[in-house]
């Protein structure tokens, strides 16, 4: 065969030069071709082997594959697969993290890591959520359906508390859909819970930015607000209004005015305060607005400038006094709460109120139910030997519901709960609380401590192993039986 070189293709063809430049501009897109036919018999060849359940065979077609094709993905991926469906999750997933770094810009290898991780989790599988194995890989990078997909299982991950993987996924959603503004908050909340509070902060101000771009707001963002009028809201649950309050009397001495927004049914509890002015829709002429849930992150987050000055809630004595004719006498009263909002993260927070039980056995000690809505139906069904005290109809009935909460409170020994407004408004009362925790809580319960930076006379009893609240109460009735006769005495 003849060689050719540059002298032999005349420079003043033009004939001959577009051909050349044909031939360059075709050939890698027939490369490309030939390689896509090839990587679709790969795998369709897994394929098969996965349907007659011949994974072993598959392994070993991988590593021969991948003796000579050390780069492909796609190898990598199936080879993962092919562990994965023999229950080998550590290998698998070395084969998914090595597809993707090989590819960065291929989502599916992501998918199959997270779904590797969450499946590993004891006791956690994402049952709603199942991943498109039809889907075809080269074709669906900015697919909708497809990047749903990696979106929910971003919040499986998060939920099973693995965060870098939850931001990885969230990051890819992003990246082909920067106006999908929930993946903003994802990655914000999973940064929080690893304490890298300045990233958190900047990702926080950029969902809420995006979240009311089109309201055309005046956001505050740290701006001097001597000589000016700020409007914050609360926009979220009763325990995020209660707890993230307790920023708001110091940042008022910093404005000319302060407007709460804040449904008035929580007025009375919130109480007074001279520049703080409450109110349940938005006043005229203010300079910023700020939403109340991302207040502790504008200027940056620290937890050793957390306010922790209590009561910064108020109580009314004379309905302490009201109720204290309604509750038995006597004993040490232990208020209780089992049940969080079942529509707001609530997996692995909630406890069976049954887990008391060894509470109430305990002589002397005398279990009042302070639970609010969902998790009521329990006390139909309590075991033999268990009495949990109900306060009437007419607890927690009018519209201004937190100030009975509150009342009872105020005459009980101690507050026991799980994650629910209960232990916020406990805390914010200055009230002896105790607070029990999954393995992966909020965020704002921060990591390896027994304490919270907000609540100084909380402590928090945290889960060892995910799940296992029995534990967790066997350490409660340890510290509890000396307070217990201590009341005695």
Not at 62 to 91: C, F, N
């Amino acid at each position: 065969m003849e060689t050719m070189s540059a002298e032999t293709i005349s420079p003043q063809t033009n004939d001959a030069e577009a051909n050349q430049n044909s031939d360059a501009e075709t050939k890698p897109q027939d490369a490309l071709a030939q390689l896509a036919v090839i990587e679709r018999t790969l795998r369709q060849t897994f394929e098969t082997f996965r349907a007659n359940n011949q994974h072993y065979e598959a392994i070993a077609f991988a590593l021969r594959l991948l003796q000579t094709a050390s780069d492909s993905p796609v190898i990598w991926m199936e080879y993962g697969r092919s562990l994965k469906a023999l229950g080998m999750m550590d290998h698998a997933l070395f084969c998914f993290k090595h597809a993707a770094s090989i590819n960065p810009n291929l989502m599916l290898p992501t998918l199959l890591a997270g779904h590797c991780l969450v499946e590993s989790v004891d006791g956690f599988t994402a049952a709603t959520r199942g991943y498109p194995d039809k889907l075809d890989v080269w074709q669906t990078g900015i697919d909708d359906v497809f990047l749903a997909e990696i979106f929910n299982l971003g919040l499986d991950l998060y939920d099973a508390g693995f965060f870098e993987e939850a931001i990885a996924c969230h990051l890819h959603v992003l990246k082909y859909r920067p106006a999908v503004t929930p993946s903003h908050h994802v990655i914000a909340t999973a940064l929080l819970n690893l304490r890298r509070y300045e990233e958190a902060g900047a990702r926080l101000q950029k969902w809420y930015e995006q979240s009311v771009e089109s309201l055309k707001l005046s956001i505050w963002s740290g701006q001097d607000l001597e000589d000016k009028t700020l409007l914050v809201y609360a926009d979220h649950g009763l325990g995020d209004t209660l707890q993230f309050y307790s920023h708001l009397p110091a940042l008022a001495d910093r404005c000319k005015k302060l407007y709460f927004r804040v449904t008035p049914s929580l007025w009375r509890i919130i109480g007074t305060h001279p520049k703080i002015e409450l109110v349940a829709s938005d006043p005229p002429g203010y300079d910023y607005i700020c939403s109340l849930y991302i207040l502790p992150h504008v200027g940056g987050f620290k937890v050793e400038n957390v306010p922790s000055h209590v009561p910064f809630l108020t109580h009314e004595p004379e309905m302490d006094a009201k109720w204290a004719e309604r509750l038995p006498k006597g004993g040490f009263r232990i208020g209780i709460a089992w049940q969080g909002n079942p529509s707001l993260m609530d997996r692995g927070r909630s406890i069976p109120v049954t887990k008391y039980a060894p509470l109430a056995r305990i002589p002397g000690v005398t279990l009042i139910s302070l639970q609010m809505g969902p998790g009521l139906d329990q006390l139909k069904s309590l075991p033999e030997g268990m009495e949990v005290v109900t306060l009437g109809p007419d607890y927690n009935a009018g519209p201004d519901n937190v100030v009975d909460t509150a009342a009872v409170m105020q005459n009980m020994d101690l507050i026991i709960s799980t994650d629910t407004s209960v232990p916020h408004i406990a805390g914010a009362l200055g009230l002896p609380v105790w607070t029990l925790l999954k393995t992966m809580p909020d965020w704002r319960w921060l990591q390896d401590r027994e304490d919270s930076p907000w609540y100084p006379t909380m402590r928090l009893f945290r889960q060892k192993t995910e799940g296992d609240w029995d534990e967790v109460l066997d350490r409660v009735i340890q510290e509890l039986m000396p307070l217990v006769e201590a009341k005695k005495g």
